[in-house]
């Protein structure tokens, strides 16, 4: 089996993303039984913490598959929906090679621990090996969960609060992908280059042109993401919105290694977050993600004609 090409990249280690906090269930069967898998995989009694004995174990197990299933196939749709509105200009098989790093076990795992829903497995004790193995596939059982829990009326609620926990991990593996793909294209044939008169030494053609390349790559990328803070202004006015703020930081690195971080607040409200390897398209792409959020139908940013129609009426009243 060929190594996966995100292998060579560890998981990005980004910012907390703002106001992202634990889903509230309302059928708290469902946030046991997403917790219970986890613990029938160990071995221990939900009820008791003593170790598994005969009767309802094997029907638990099954229903937990089949939670920890449906969270699977609702987790592929909920990246290919993210994929395909942030990067509509890739081919299938970009998005494909991007999509296979978001739907590993290992990722998924990292995402638990972000959100904190490996806390509530604190009292359980498991080898630090099966980690990722446990904490992925509670992950993956909470999303089944929650899907069942809001039923198909509440899909676009999970839709963005998937994008807002994954977009900017989706950012950056891309900017990992291109960054292999270059490397991949160009290291073979570019090398044979050195035919041509050139009085570097070998191999600085190469590298040359592979820098050339990626500029020129990063330049399109910019481009094509430089029309959003614009719509995102227009959008904001037309929609009697406060105009949007932008919260920038650098992750301490200088040269080739810094990343921004920009975060856009409308009202007060931390709206979208989003990472780049410059400060002009980490503003442009959280305009971006903004603009997504604040055009589902879950975004509460209260208008300024609201504001202003609530204060006269409290003014008459009063």
Known sequence: MATPWFSTFAIPQLPPTPNMSLYVFQDKSLEQQVYSSQMQWLGVDNATGNPNGSGNVETTRKENEVLRWLGECVLRGLTGVLLMTLFPELEAGALEHLSAALQTKTFYAHLARVIGLHNNLA???????????????????????????????????????????????????RMYYEQYSTAAHAAAPLL????????????????????????????????????????????????????????????GYQGALIQWTATVGVGGKDVATAIATTKLEAKHLASRDALLSLRAPTAQIPSLRRSKKLETRRMIMG
Do not use: C
Request: glycine share 6%.
């Open 123 to 173: 009292a359980l004790t498991y080898a630090a090996s099966d980690s990722d193995r446990i904490l992925g596939s509670l992950f993956a059982s909470y999303i089944g969960a929650i899907h069942r829990d809001m039923g198909i009326a509440g899909s676009s609620n999970l839709h963005t609060w998937f994008a807002q926990l994954v977009g900017p991990y989706a950012h950056t593996y």
């Open 192 to 251: 044979s280059v050195v035919q041509y008169p050139h009085s570097s030494p070998p191999g600085t053609i190469a590298m040359d042109m592979m820098g050339m390349k990626t500029s020129i790559d990063a330049k399109i990328r910019r481009q094509n993401v430089s029309v959003y803070t614009s719509r995102l202004m227009e959008y904001a006015a037309k929609n009697h919105l406060p105009q949007p703020s932008f919260v920038f930081q650098d992750n």
